[in-house]
C-alpha cells in the first residue's frame, strides 16, 4: 500500500507543476482521494464540480466537501444554452463517440469555471477507472479471466489518453489545461503490476477499485467517499441524460 502511495505521489510531482490548481471533483472516491493527495503535498488547490441543477454530482461533492472543507466552486449548466454548447464541442472534436462528446462537454464546463476564478491548471483522477477496473465491463471479463481483464485494461487505457486529448482541445479555448498524473506511462506501467484480485474479485464484484478504496481511507479520505460505487461524470453531471435529448 505504502508502494501505491508513492507511485501516485510522483506521479503528482512529475506532472503537475503549478502550485496553485484546480482539481475536477464529484466525491467520489477517485477525485477525492487525488484532492487529498494535492492538499497534503502543498498544492493550492481548489475544488471544482459542474452539473445541471440537483445533480447527483453536484450534492454529493457539496456533501463530502462538508468533512474536507477545501476551497469549492459549483457551475451549474444552464439548460437553454446547453445544446448550444454541446454542437460547439462537437466541431471541434468532430466525433460521433458519445462518450468523447459527454466527457468533453463537462471539461467545457470545468474549464469555464476555472477561467472564471483565474485557474489555468486542472488536475483530474483519469486513469483510476481503467487501471483499478473501475468500469462494469472488467465483471465480464474477470469471469473470462486476468488476460482478458488486462486486454480490456489496454483498449480502455488507449481510448482515455485520446479521449483527453480531444479534451484538451476544447479546454485550450478558456486557456486552461487539465492533467492527468494518473495516465502517466511510469504509473501506468507500475499500477498494472498490482495483482487483479487487489482490483476486483468476481464478476458479482460491484464496488471495485479495492486497492485505491483502501488507500483512499488509510490517507483519510470519507468512508462515505471512500466506499461509493462508481458514477461516471456524464452521468452524475446528468449531461449524458441531456445530450440524449438531442439525439
Avoid at 77 to 104: A, G, H, M, R, Y
Avoid at 139 to 149: H, L
Avoid at 199 to 220: E, F, M, N, V, W
Wanted: aromatic fraction near 8%; glycine fraction near 4%.
Amino acid at each position: 500500500m505504502n508502494q501505491l502511495l508513492d507511485e501516485i505521489i510522483t506521479a503528482i510531482k512529475t506532472t503537475v507543476f503549478d502550485k496553485s490548481i484546480g482539481v475536477a471533483f464529484s466525491g467520489g472516491v477517485d477525485s477525492t482521494l487525488i484532492a487529498k493527495l494535492l492538499n497534503d503535498h502543498g498544492y493550492d488547490i481548489h475544488l471544482l464540480t459542474i452539473g445541471f441543477q440537483d445533480s447527483h454530482d453536484i450534492n454529493f461533492a457539496k456533501e463530502i466537501n462538508e468533512i474536507l472543507k477545501f476551497k469549492h466552486d459549483i457551475l451549474e449548466i444552464e439548460p437553454e444554452s446547453f445544446q448550444k454548447v454541446s454542437e460547439d464541442v462537437n466541431d471541434i472534436i468532430k466525433t460521433d463517440n458519445l462518450s468523447w462528446n459527454e466527457n468533453s462537454i463537462a471539461f467545457y464546463y470545468v474549464s469555464k469555471l476555472a477561467k472564471k476564478l483565474g485557474i489555468s491548471t486542472v488536475v483530474t483522477a483519469n486513469g483510476i477507472d481503467e487501471l483499478f477496473c473501475g468500469y462494469n465491463a472488467y465483471r465480464e471479463a474477470i469471469g473470462v479471466g486476468v488476460d482478458e481483464v488486462m486486454n480490456v485494461m489496454n483498449k480502455k487505457l488507449d481510448n482515455e489518453k485520446k479521449m483527453m486529448i480531444a479534451v484538451n482541445d476544447v479546454t485550450s479555448r478558456f486557456d486552461v489545461k487539465i492533467l492527468q498524473p494518473l495516465l502517466n506511462d511510469d504509473f501506468i506501467s507500475y499500477a498494472k503490476t498490482i495483482p487483479i484480485s487487489e482490483k476486483i474479485t468476481s464478476p458479482d464484484d460491484l464496488q471495485r477499485k479495492h486497492a485505491i478504496r483502501k488507500l483512499a481511507l488509510s490517507c483519510g479520505v470519507p468512508e462515505l467517499s471512500a466506499n461509493k460505487q462508481k458514477k461516471a461524470l456524464q452521468y452524475g453531471s446528468k449531461i449524458h441524460k441531456q445530450l440524449l435529448k438531442f439525439r
